[in-house]
């Protein structure tokens, strides 16, 4: 639906609770996250809310992203139906995603990618830890995907991008999702063409067995990205279109930037 704009950003060492907040919220800021929805401290933990708005006339037309940051450089990940910035707390809530700690004297590197009302992502990387935050709303929701009784957002739940996480309102009373992305067969470069095959659109698979979530854009793809290297730019032949690869392997996930 949109070319994916890219702002890259970094927090040098030595690394502080406060200098790794402060990178999370500009790295969310150039990804198109450009107000904080609320913003507090739970014990120690540093927590910060945003937004994925749809549809703001519908019930559920908007859902919440709660990024939760520990003293031990533990980044925590969550949606949420709706969400009371009096109470800091919201309605059906995900469960949480945490990821590996990352490490004081190393310096944290961000990747920020807006593709607009379908995805905001960032891609936290530090030495061979990789870390991916931020949603995505296929652009292609089913027809009866009602927004006034379901939020619409999802979150991956790995550096992988093999599954994502709604809220706990969905139609299928089950917030995971497998996507189709990872495929083995999309290893190396086509021997024809010497360049690597490339398949648009990701679907995404309700884990209780009975059908679809959606599926993305064209601007997101499936790469034959087995042998490359994380923000390699992907080009098939014949096609001026350009794509970043996010997880450099066999059927990896790369998002269009020209």
Not at 35 to 52: L, N, P, Q
Not at 64 to 71: C, V, W
Not at 74 to 94: D, E, R
């Amino acid at each position: 639906m949109a070319i994916a704009s890219r702002i890259d950003s970094f927090v040098a060492p030595t690394l502080t609770q406060q200098s790794v907040y402060d990178g999370i919220k500009q790295a969310f800021s150039n990804a198109g996250f450009t107000v904080v929805h609320d913003e507090f401290t739970s014990g120690a933990d540093k927590v910060v809310v945003y937004v994925c708005a749809l549809d703001t006339a519908k019930a559920y037309g908007v859902t919440y992203l709660r990024i939760r940051l520990t003293t031990g450089f533990v980044i925590g990940q969550q949606l949420y139906s709706t969400w009371s910035i009096a109470t800091h707390t919201g309605t059906n809530p995900s469960t949480e995603i945490t990821y590996t700690a990352l490490i004081a004297n190393t310096q944290i590197n961000f990747t920020a990618l807006n593709g607009a009302a379908e995805f905001k992502l960032i891609m936290l990387t530090q030495g061979v830890n990789a870390i991916a935050l931020g949603f995505v709303a296929p652009a292609n929701k089913p027809a009866w995907w009602d927004l006034n009784a379901w939020n619409y957002c999802f979150i991956a739940t790995s550096n992988t991008f093999a599954a994502f996480r709604s809220t706990n309102l969905n139609p299928y009373s089950n917030s995971d999702n497998d996507s189709s992305l990872n495929v083995s067969r999309m290893a190396t470069a086509n021997v024809q063409t010497n360049r690597r095959d490339l398949l648009p659109g990701i679907i995404f698979y309700t884990q209780t067995n009975q059908g679809i979530s959606g599926r993305t854009s064209d601007d997101l793809v499936m790469i034959a990205g087995s042998g490359t290297t994380r923000y390699d730019t992907i080009q098939i032949p014949g096609d001026t279109k350009q794509y970043l690869l996010l997880n450099p392997t066999s059927g990896g996930l790369a998002v269009r930037i020209s």
